[in-house]
């Protein structure tokens, strides 16, 4: 499985940005997606989910109603489009992939077994 992310860039504080990530090397039904970001000096954190088959999201409490996860099966594309960004949501971001992730495993950096490289997002106020 490949992932190649892309779309960052710099963003006025309040502004909106998308971000993309291209999937290829198998089917994807069973899968789910997700963004994922680390700042400067933090851990990588959780930023929203979306299953591939069906489109359940779930979105990190700071982003919720800001952000939007979404996916394009005809692609093989996910996006996250960020709206009302803040300085708070620079960060590089990275899109990841799974199987067999049950709910309660969404928010988990380990629960993911393919991540792409990473595309920087940066708010200035």
């Known amino acids: 499985v490949q992932l190649q992310a892309s779309g960052g860039g710099l963003v006025q504080a309040g502004g909106s940005l998308s971000v993309s990530c291209a999937a290829s090397?198998?089917?994807?039904?069973?899968?789910?997606m997700g963004w994922f970001r680390q700042a400067p000096g933090k851990e990588r954190e959780f930023v929203a989910a979306?299953?591939?088959?069906?489109?359940?999201?779930a979105y990190a409490d700071s982003v919720r109603g800001r952000f939007t996860i979404s996916r394009d099966k005809a692609k093989n594309t996910i996006y996250l489009q960020m709206n009302s960004v803040q300085p708070e949501d620079t960060a590089v971001y990275y899109c990841?992939?799974?199987?067999?992730?049950?709910?309660?495993?969404?928010?988990?950096?380990?629960?993911?077994?393919?991540w792409g490289q990473g595309t920087l997002v940066t708010v200035s106020s």
């Open positions: 990841a992939g799974g199987t067999g992730i049950i709910l309660s495993q969404l928010r988990q950096n380990h629960a993911y077994g393919y």
């Open positions: 090397g198998r089917t994807f039904s069973t899968y789910v």
């Open positions: 979306i299953r591939w088959n069906g489109g359940t999201t």
